[in-house]
């Protein structure tokens, strides 16, 4: 491993001391521990999880210091890091490797013991990249067989539920492409994890009924809701009865409002008549008590 700078506008400056051997400071065990808080513990943050989460985050800045350690560790790298960190424009960290095993690894855990933020975060930070040697590179070919490339989309959502919607960032995309290259295939609702994603905010919601916490269940029931065109649709369980008794007990406005902010986009038609024509245990349409 060697670390060297390259400032914008000029040629590289050349490796920063002699290339060192990387020990990778993580373990499987603490990998593991990693996958599971991104991938799996905000599908359901609550049950036996509730303590596990919040050590599994309390551990993410020790990682991070470990990682920045083992790259900007005493000597040569660390100084060509901290000029460039002092130098106002800014910096980028670009790790680059002809072997992707490297380029996979946690690199955006990398945290500065000096500063309050992971890199990742840092606003002097532009980005944590990854790339492949240039000069490695293959030439241009055609795509065999059918003549269809396939992407894999992969959508960062660091704030969790939080974040950006499900579908909000494809589907346009999808929309895009269709109009600049003539044809694109999604791939099927059937190959999706839609279905357990919305039994989970289905869930989530009822948690928060039970704490007597409305409009949160409200939210998690629109995030359940809105993750399919059909209304109501077999993957979404019970979502839409949810909604429909949510809007009858907040007012139809609080419920629109809701919808626009957790799926930045406007009510449904086919949600809003599913709303307006539930009928719950008491036999009664929506009456429009707005609130």
Not at 208 to 225: S, Y
Not at 264 to 276: E, F, I, K, Q, T
């Amino acid at each position: 491993m060697s670390v060297g700078t390259w400032l914008d506008g000029e040629f590289p400056g050349g490796a920063a001391g002699e290339p060192q051997a990387l020990a990778w400071p993580l373990d499987v065990d603490a990998l593991e521990e990693l996958r599971w808080y991104l991938e799996d513990y905000l599908r359901a943050p609550f049950g036996v999880y509730e303590s596990r989460g919040p050590a599994a985050q309390a551990t993410l800045p020790a990682w991070g210091e470990a990682v920045f350690g083992a790259v900007f560790g005493p000597g040569p790298a660390r100084d060509a890091y901290q000029r460039m960190r002092a130098r106002p424009a800014g910096v980028q960290v670009v790790f680059r490797s002809g072997a992707a095993r490297w380029l996979g690894l946690a690199w955006d855990l990398m945290h500065d013991p000096a500063r309050e933020l992971p890199l990742a975060l840092d606003a002097g930070v532009s980005g944590i990249d990854r790339s492949l040697p240039a000069a490695e590179l293959g030439a241009a070919f055609d795509v065999a067989g059918s003549g269809r490339l396939r992407v894999l989309m992969v959508i960062s959502r660091p704030s969790g539920a939080a974040d950006v919607g499900f579908r909000m960032i494809a589907r346009p995309l999808l929309e895009r492409l269709e109009a600049v290259r003539g044809r694109v295939e999604a791939i099927k609702e059937k190959l999706d994890d839609r279905a357990s994603t919305a039994v989970t905010y289905s869930k989530l919601g009822l948690i928060a009924e039970e704490k007597d916490d409305p409009d949160e269940a409200l939210k998690w029931t629109v995030r359940c809701v809105a993750l399919f065109d059909d209304v109501p649709h077999p993957g979404s369980g019970t979502g839409p009865d949810q909604l429909a008794r949510l809007a009858h007990q907040l007012g139809f406005a609080t419920m629109e409002a809701c919808w626009q902010r957790v799926t930045r986009d406007a009510l449904p038609d086919a949600v809003r008549h599913y709303v307006r024509t539930y009928r719950p245990n008491n036999g009664n349409a929506f009456e429009g008590a707005d609130r």
